[in-house]
């Protein structure tokens, strides 16, 4: 049977590179895929978190996934502390997973940057609770953007030798689906950085929460290059920033980057940054104002995710028994 998982770190405004790389497709596979959708608060803390910001910023996260079309009712949404078997099996992982395996992930030397004895040992296990996310509800599909490839490698690395060391056939190979004209949305003011919550320029990122009078601002604003668009993708090369636009307005359009450049082609940035900007208000707006709706009543927001953790726990119990009997667990 197929299922999907897939996870999002509250730690503060979501943005249009979530939206486009992740959300977007994830509320596309509900349906016609059993999902479960989890707002990664012990990921979070992997780097400091202010716990009265994690509790807003994890509500936040909420509010937008099911203003964006997340049906909670239908599918498993809930943050992930609600459910220890994350961090249960998430040890064992720790036992299976080699040092050699987490030395090579990019996205834990990016984070700890040059001061890395200083960083959390959480951070640099990361990847392995991520593959326990995963794992510990058997999943077989996570859509996610191009930056987690790696640590989706890593998952079936590990899901691959716990069942070979244990002779048990235990976890099916997570496949990444990493789909749509944006896998990688970069940042507005550097097409050469990702677009990133802890960038600190907020004009780098258009966030959720924007009302249509900043998404108008930061598009205006938006690095360009003096040239005309071209009339084909192979002209985008060396013109990160150009690509850049013409890929977040496919996503937004839900059209491929060829279509997008064909619509687009002659246009002078200034015309094409208004073209741009009714599109994604046009999707925003909506998702803003429901947003805005469900963040006044944080008691069913609440409500929602204790009720998504108790049915995360119902799927993951039988697996962690599972586990625990191929481990040799309890006698
Ligand atoms: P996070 O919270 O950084 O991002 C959530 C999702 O958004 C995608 N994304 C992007 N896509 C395109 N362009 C961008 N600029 C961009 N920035 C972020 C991410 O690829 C991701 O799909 N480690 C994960 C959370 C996680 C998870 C999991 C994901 C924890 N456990 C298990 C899948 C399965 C993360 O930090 O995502």
Not at 36 to 64: G, K, Y
Not at 77 to 90: E, G, I, V
Not at 226 to 251: H, K, M, T, V, W
Request: neutral net charge; glycine residues 6%.
């Amino acid at each position: 049977m197929k299922l999907v998982f897939s996870g999002i770190q509250p730690t503060g405004n979501l943005h249009i590179g979530n939206y486009l790389g992740a959300v977007r497709n994830w509320v596309a596979l509900q349906e016609k895929f059993k999902c479960i959708f989890c707002i990664v608060d012990m990921h979070a803390i992997t780097v400091w978190q202010d716990p009265s910001m994690l509790v807003e910023n994890t509500r936040e996260v909420a509010a937008a996934l099911i203003a964006s079309g997340i049906d909670p009712k239908t599918q498993i949404l809930f943050n992930q502390s609600r459910n220890p078997d994350h961090a249960n099996l998430s040890w064992i992982l720790n036992c299976v997973a080699r040092l050699g395996w987490l030395n090579r992930m990019t996205q834990f030397k990016e984070k700890a940057g040059k001061n890395r004895e200083n960083a959390s040992v959480g951070l640099y296990t990361y990847p392995n609770l991520m593959a326990a996310d995963i794992l510990v509800y058997q999943a077989t599909h996570v859509p996610v953007g191009e930056d987690q490839k790696q640590h989706l490698e890593l998952a079936r690395d590990i899901a691959q030798k716990f069942n070979s060391d244990y002779g048990a056939d235990i976890f099916p190979l997570p496949e990444p689906l990493i789909t749509g004209a944006a896998t990688r949305v970069m940042s507005l003011r550097d097409g050469a950085s990702k677009m990133s919550k802890s960038d600190p320029s907020d004009l780098s990122r258009i966030n959720l929460s924007d009302g249509a009078d900043a998404v108008a601002q930061k598009i205006r604003k938006a690095k360009t290059d003096p040239n005309p668009l071209p009339d084909s993708i192979e002209a985008l090369s060396g013109r990160p920033e150009a690509d850049n636009l013409i890929s977040i307005y496919a996503a937004f359009a839900g059209i491929s980057r060829e279509d997008s450049i064909s619509i687009n082609s002659g246009k002078q940035f200034s015309n094409f940054k208004r073209d741009l900007t009714d599109l994604a208000v046009s999707v925003l707006e909506p998702i803003n104002n429901e947003m805005r709706k469900l963040l006044s009543e944080p008691e069913y927001i609440d409500g929602i995710l204790a009720n998504g953790g108790e049915r995360a726990v119902d799927v993951s119990r039988p697996v962690m028994g599972k586990v625990f009997q191929a481990v040799g667990f309890r006698s």
